[in-house]
């Protein structure tokens, strides 16, 4: 491995390093790993106790799914303290695992496992640390499902169509909503059933439902006569076609999933989504982050009323308070291959809504993590937001300028890698397999960027070549 000396020392303090908080509370933090710099030892620790935006980058096969993974497994380790991490405010982690590696986190490392599990073992033995038992959850989109390669006690999500937005109906169909007749087609079924309500062929008046069903469009689009006078058979049909399609698959026919049950305190959701087609995924990528920004912004209203309203009576309290505990918890989302759903050329509803997300979250109590093979085909909107940067080896000069660039910490007055003199992009064309480049503008007591090796995971790693 290379051997990096960086001056000057990254903190006049002593003893380990904590960054990520911008008041340096230290209250919740997980560990990243150990410094890689000649010099004292110390551990690194991300401060979760504020709500932040963080991108981990890399080439592919230089650790960046690994250290998203090792993110993961600190926000899983329940309430209290151990190796991997401190935590005392209760929140959620979402990961919305594109790739389909991240459900192995639920998988502990052993010594009497298979060869693979053995191997893994024998990597966190040797870092000194001890599997422990994980707060992991596995979920699969319903109709998704593969009951013969999924793991034990994978659980489905379900989706209501009313919360799908005109846009994702839009993105859903492949078609222009507002330009195109089958796009207008849908977003008049959608008003008629949803708002307006409309006379059935019969002469009868079919009242509107907010909260319909797939089902309910398809009996507008057959019974509503204005249907059937203002567009042509052939548009009408091709519409029919898609909505009988998703009014078959299970994702929109069961009851809704509550956020309440997907986002628990001290656990986090794996939710695969491999096998989901392009389209449908960024629709449910949209779907869910609206509805937990939404969520956390009532449960934030409320809890600012009951702190700073002095006039409140007790039934206005205990409605606040009854927001409060019927709401989500703070919560992290996730995501690995980010710019495959949040691309600079990726105009889609879930970048948009992956934006809006890292724009307003933070004041809600709302995180976010994102990884990418490719940082220069990354949103910069989304670039833009992110306070904290771990950064694995990267050759390609533009993803180098990028990460150099959106770095928020100082950079070394003086770098050497192997006793030569290199600048920040050499340096990260020169990092060995498991080392960061660590960034944050959350670091009070953190003078520069750091070198630092991952440490192992204590759950199994899925993103090896297999």
């Known amino acids: 491995m290379p051997t990096y000396r960086l001056e000057p020392e990254p903190t006049t303090a002593t003893g380990d390093i904590t960054a990520g908080d911008a008041a340096a509370r230290g209250r919740d933090v997980v560990l990243l790993g150990k410094l890689a710099e000649s010099g004292p030892q110390r551990s690194l620790w991300l ?263 002095t006039e409140l009576s007790k039934a206005e309290k205990q409605g606040l308070g009854a927001v409060l505990d019927e709401s989500i918890p703070r919560t992290w989302v996730l995501m690995d291959e980010a710019h495959v759903l949040c691309g600079v050329d990726e105009d889609s509803i879930a970048r948009d809504a992956l934006v809006k997300y890292a724009k307003e979250g933070r004041n809600y109590g709302l995180s976010l993590a994102v990884a990418t093979q490719q940082p220069s085909a990354l949103d910069p909107r989304l670039m833009s937001q992110v306070e904290t940067l771990i950064v694995h080896q990267l050759t390609a000069p533009r993803d180098a300028a990028v990460a150099k660039s959106n770095m928020r910490s100082p950079v070394p007055t003086t770098i050497k890698v192997d006793g030569a003199d290199a600048d920040v992009e050499a340096m990260l064309r020169r990092l060995g397999q498991g080392m960061a480049a660590f960034s944050s503008g959350n670091a009070p007591n953190l003078s520069r960027l750091c070198v630092a090796t991952i440490r192992p995971r204590i759950t199994a790693h899925g993103g090896y070549e297999a």
């Open 47 to 309: 401060d979760v106790s504020g709500e932040q935006v963080i991108a981990v980058l890399g080439k592919r096969g230089t650790g960046k799914s690994y250290t998203l993974g090792v993110v993961i497994e600190g926000l899983s380790a329940g309430g209290g303290g151990n190796a991997i991490a401190k935590l005392s405010t209760p929140r959620a982690a979402l990961v919305l695992d594109i790739m389909d590696i991240f459900w192995t986190s639920q998988i502990k490392l052993s010594a009497d496992g298979s060869a693979e599990v053995v191997k893994q073992y024998e990597v966190m033995r040797k870092g000194g640390l001890k599997t422990q038992e994980l707060c992991i959850d596995v979920w699969v989109p319903a109709g998704f499902e593969r009951p013969n390669l999924d793991p034990s006690g994978t659980r489905r999500l379900f989706l209501k169509p009313s919360d799908l937005e005109l846009d994702d109906w839009g993105a859903l169909f492949g078609l222009d909503i507002y330009g195109e007749p089958r796009g207008m087609l849908i977003a008049d079924i959608i008003g008629h059933v949803s708002r307006d309500g409309y006379t059935n062929t019969d002469g009868s008046f079919v009242r509107p439902n907010p909260d319909f069903q797939l089902t309910e469009l398809l009996d507008c689009l057959d019974m509503n006569g204005d249907i059937s006078a203002n567009y042509s058979r052939e548009t009408i049909r091709g519409v029919r076609q898609r909505l009988q399609t998703y009014a078959a698959l299970p994702l929109f026919s069961g009851p809704a999933t509550s956020l309440s049950d997907l986002l628990r305190p001290f656990r986090s959701s794996v939710l695969m989504m491999a096998r989901v087609p392009d389209a449908l995924k960024k629709v449910l990528v949209a779907v869910l982050l609206r509805r937990i920004l939404r969520e956390r912004r009532d449960a934030s209203f409320a809890r600012k009323r009951l702190d700073l309203s």
